[in-house]
T-cell receptor, first 116, second 116 residues
Framework: DSGVTQTPKHLITATGQRVTLRCSPR?????VYWYQQSLDQGLQFLIH???????AKGNILERFSAQQFPDLHSELNLSSLELGDSALYFC???????????????FGPGTRLTVL | AQTVTQSQPEMSVQEAETVTLSCTYD???????LFWYKQPPSRQMILVIR??????QNATENRFSVNFQKAAKSFSLKISDSQLGDAAMYFC?????????????FGKGMKLTVNP
């Protein structure tokens, strides 16, 4: 158990719908990262938050957004869902953000999203 | 942009034998971090081992060790005394040391089968 929790574990929804994925980082971790794992794209970085502020964006679609709350949990919002959004979405957390402090990212169990 | 290549999509090993998983990467940076993550059928991403580029000594964690060749940009993982529980997807990952670039860049992964 990494200490990172994600809910829900599974989500099945229809095209055009909106969903919210939730992540709670390990106790004390300030950084949260979101990754998408799909068969065709592999593991792709989406976005990074540090202590409530957005730090970096990857290939995140405009239909997707995220935020990190004062209690450090994070939510990933996916809207106008398409079939191609079906994937495993991981949240990871690390203690620090900053070049020299390359803390390891610990991954949650993931949320499997199926868009029908 | 940094890239990570795992050229072998699948490998198999006999229980108790040793296997080496290969990974190469491309970067113009001199300081960075490399990781191997394991993803068993449960889909959880589990850190196996990490290596800091500035360290010449190869990292070791119990039965897992790396062969880090900085000039060749090669980072292979050796698993000794393979166990059935080692069967999983293995991902090599790169992380920049620069602040604001803490994302992990993953290879496409390699499926390891352990035969009894």
């Amino acid at each position: 158990d990494s200490g990172v929790t994600q809910t829900p574990k599974h989500l099945i929804t229809a095209t055009g719908q909106r969903v919210t994925l939730r992540c709670s980082p390990r106790s004390g971790d300030l950084s949260v990262y979101w990754y998408q794992q799909s068969l065709d794209q592999g593991l792709q970085f989406l976005i990074h938050y540090y202590n409530g502020e957005e730090r970096a964006k990857g290939n995140i679609l405009e239909r997707f957004s995220a935020q990190q709350f004062p209690d450090l949990h994070s939510e990933l919002n996916l809207s106008s869902l398409e079939l191609g959004d079906s994937a495993l979405y991981f949240c990871a957390s690390s203690a620090h953000s900053g070049g020299a402090l390359a803390d390891t990212q610990y991954f949650g169990p993931g949320t499997r999203l199926t868009v029908l | 942009a940094q890239t990570v290549t795992q050229s072998q999509p699948e490998m198999s090993v006999q229980e108790a034998e040793t296997v080496t998983l290969s990974c190469t990467y491309d970067t113009s940076e001199s300081d960075y971090y490399l990781f191997w993550y394991k993803q068993p059928p449960s889909r959880q991403m589990i850190l196996v081992i990490r290596q800091e580029a500035y360290k010449q000594q190869n990292a070791t964690e119990n039965r897992f060790s790396v062969n880090f060749q900085k000039a060749a940009k090669s980072f292979s993982l050796k698993i000794s005394d393979s166990q059935l529980g080692d069967a999983a997807m293995y991902f090599c990952a790169y992380r920049s040391s620069q602040g604001g670039s803490e994302k992990l860049v993953f290879g496409k992964g390699m499926k390891l089968t352990v035969n009894p």
